[in-house]
């Protein structure tokens, strides 16, 4: 086998990979949403419920995480397929530390911009997602884009799952070829050109909403 | 046969305490890979920082394609590079060790960055006065830069300590028997995967938050003018 008949196994990993990926930004983002605006919430239980999953889900290791989900959950009856915990546990890891960013972002906007939405009688939810967050979203992106890289290296770790994704064909290639050198190193490859184009996304994003989409400005003035 | 005091394994409670001294062991054999992979990175780190510095265009460029390079790969994939790629050029490690250098690689590459922003935010001026002043080199790192490198550099240095301490459990993949590696083989021989992994989990979140406490309370005892070496 040359290194060119690697590809084929490879990019039926990658596709698996960037599928898993995208899945759990996606996910992960609006589960930061939910979980980091409700960690500002006034109300104790649901800051404390928002507090306690991202405490639990920093604090302890994906690779933890995902057999938990995956040996020890189905031991109390409940189980998934390995796609769909893989997903669910990067997605609940990625939302975790993305409400954090969420928070944090949320509390950098000024007081005096509150202090004005209150005094314009707008309503909680009104100040929250045409005040707040319409200048906090562009604080976060650098985070989500640091993120999103983060989250697609973590996706290796559901190979260890049984998931036939990219870390998982390099294995099983390996296994055949006994060429190491050459078959990590196109994984290695390959997991740089999908983090490159992950953080061309990312950055895409973030200048379109610099660039006033996140504004609404034509709805007031 | 074995005879000799059995540990009572017939209830929850029970079974969880029976297997945490076997834990523990791996709780130690985490810490070191862990103690073992960060001073591998804060030196290796500062190394890949200063080359980055280089006059020489060939060389900052490397250095800098590297480190990107390392930063967005995982770390699993890493590992699995350096077990079993290592070999094939005649260096053998035992996995505990090929284990820490894949942490310390991955790290250094964050770590060289922590220290490539200290180093910048000292203001130009500094570095000019210094020139005025004929400082020499030494004297310009050890007595203007560094002081003020240190207070910058210590929170982001002990996140990345705390991330680190959560990515140890990779190791056990490549045989290593940290405490995940352990509580996995208490699994197969028990098909009791709940009570060993939640127990690896239950460990690991007091210890990421102390450690992480720690760090906060380092990060407020640090002046924030710098400190003096001398």
Not at chain 1, 43 to 48: A, C, Q, R, T
Request: charge should be positive; hydrophobic fraction near 55%; charged fraction near 10%.
């Amino acid at each position: 086998m040359t290194w060119s008949q690697y590809l084929v196994p490879l990019l039926k990993g990658a596709q698996i990979t960037v599928m898993i990926s995208l899945a759990s930004i996606v996910l992960g983002a609006i589960i930061a949403f939910v979980a980091g605006i409700a960690r500002t919430s006034a109300n104790p239980v649901i800051s404390g419920i928002a507090f306690t999953y991202v405490v639990l889900f920093r604090g302890t290791p994906l690779l933890v995480q995902l057999f938990w989900f995956y040996y020890a959950l189905p031991l109390v009856g409940v189980s998934f397929d390995p796609i769909t915990t893989g997903i669910m546990v990067l997605s609940l890891l990625t939302g975790a530390f993305g409400a954090e960013v969420v928070r944090g972002a949320l509390l950098a906007v000024p007081p005096q911009q509150h202090e004005a939405a209150r005094a314009l009688n707008f309503s909680k939810s009104y100040t929250l997602w045409h005040i707040s967050m319409p200048q906090a979203i562009i604080e976060m992106m650098p985070a989500f884009g640091n993120l999103a890289v983060q989250n697609l290296k973590d996706t290796a770790l559901v190979s260890l799952i049984s998931i036939a994704d990219l870390t998982f064909q390099a294995q099983s290639l390996r296994n055949i070829t006994l060429d190491s050198a050459t078959v990590y190193t196109l994984t290695l490859l390959g997991y740089f050109i999908i983090a490159l184009c992950l953080m061309v996304i990312m950055r895409l994003i973030e200048m379109k909403l610099r660039r006033g989409a996140a504004f609404p400005r034509s709805a007031h003035s | 046969m074995m005879y000799g005091y059995e540990w009572d394994t017939t209830t929850t409670l029970s079974f969880a305490l029976s297997i945490l001294p076997i834990l523990g062991i791996g709780l130690l054999v985490t810490l070191q890979a862990a103690a073992v992979g960060y001073a591998i990175a804060l030196v290796l780190g500062l190394v890949l920082a200063l080359l980055r510095r280089s006059r020489f265009k060939a060389i900052s460029w490397t250095v800098a394609c590297f480190t990107e390079f390392v930063r967005d790969t995982p770390l699993l994939v890493q590992l699995f590079f350096l077990y079993y790629v290592l070999p094939d050029f005649g260096i053998i490690l035992p996995a505990f060790m090929t284990g820490a250098l894949a942490l310390g690689l991955q790290y250094s590459a964050y770590t060289s960055e922590v220290y490539r922003g200290g180093i910048n935010a000292v203001p130009r001026g500094q570095w000019e006065a210094a020139t005025a002043l004929n400082l020499t080199r030494l004297q310009t790192y050890r007595d203007i830069v560094v002081p003020q490198m240190i207070p910058r550099i210590v929170p982001a240095l002990g996140n990345y300590l705390v991330s680190m301490l959560k990515e140890t459990p990779v190791l056990s993949v490549v045989t290593v028997l940290d405490m995940l590696g352990l509580a996995n083989m208490i699994g197969e021989r028990t098909f009791d995967y709940l009570v060993p992994l939640s127990m690896v989990g239950l460990i690991f979140l007091p210890m990421t938050l102390i450690c992480s406490a720690l760090i906060h309370l380092v990060e407020r005892a640090l002046p924030k003018s710098g400190i003096p070496l001398r």
